[in-house]
């Protein structure tokens, strides 16, 4: 029986520069995603502002 193993990278081959450029590049547009998301649901904050604002003139 030959057990399933997971291919080995040796250190300072293009596969393991490769997968580290890959991995830091994934982690950059995760870091990014969050500030946006962040001034995303400040904008829909601020404009959820303006319409309560808005209702409360108009009562």
């Known amino acids: ?9 040796r250190r300072g081959s293009a596969a393991a520069t490769l997968a580290i ?3 830091m590049t994934a982690m950059s547009a995760l870091l990014a995603g969050c500030n946006t ?3 995303f649901g400040e904008d829909v904050q ?8 808005s209702a409360e003139k108009n009562k």
Do not use: D, E, H, K
């Open 21 to 23: 450029v890959v991995a």
């Open 37 to 39: 998301t962040q001034g």
């Open 1 to 9: 029986m030959v057990a399933n193993r997971l291919p080995v990278v």
């Open 46 to 53: 601020s404009a959820g502002r303006g319409i309560q604002n």
